[in-house]
Nanobody, 122 residues
Framework: VQLQASGGGLVQAGGSLRLSCAAS????????MGWFRQAPGKECEFVAA????????YYADSVKGRFTISRDDAKGTVYLQMNSLKPEDMAVYSC????????????????WGQGTQVTVSS
């Protein structure tokens, strides 16, 4: 499956952005989808994931209550709505897909999009 992320940009602290990740190639509904981020000099960090069947959602503690992950299987797209953005949210955000269940381990995801930069000014 091929993934294409978009929606990043520059926003002031407290603002909002919505990231999108469009999938193509295989049946999107059969994949667990995740969002990860990586800031300069830091390791890849789990942000959120949504399961392939029930649509159950999972979040890192650092974004819980501010970010919302959702999916539209008909459109083959997963979204990440980011509200109340903080300077520490600034990173390259990447979407990922895996055929198995939800995991927070980035190494367990099979397919990755190219990443989109999110910059938060204070």
């Amino acid at each position: 499956v091929q993934l294409q992320a978009s929606g990043g940009g520059l926003v002031q602290a407290g603002g909002s952005l919505r990231l999108s990740c469009a999938a193509s190639g295989r049946t999107f509904s059969g994949y667990t989808m995740g969002w990860f981020r990586q800031a300069p000099g830091k390791e890849c960090e789990f942000v959120a994931a949504i399961s392939r069947s029930s649509g159950r959602t999972y979040y890192a503690d650092s974004v819980k209550g501010r970010f919302t992950i959702s999916r539209d299987d008909a459109k083959g797209t997963v979204y990440l709505q980011m509200n109340s953005l903080k300077p520490e949210d600034m990173a390259v955000y990447s979407c990922a897909a895996r055929a198995g269940g939800v995991t927070y381990d980035d190494a367990s995801y099979d397919y990755w999009g190219q990443g989109t930069q999110v910059t938060v000014s204070s």
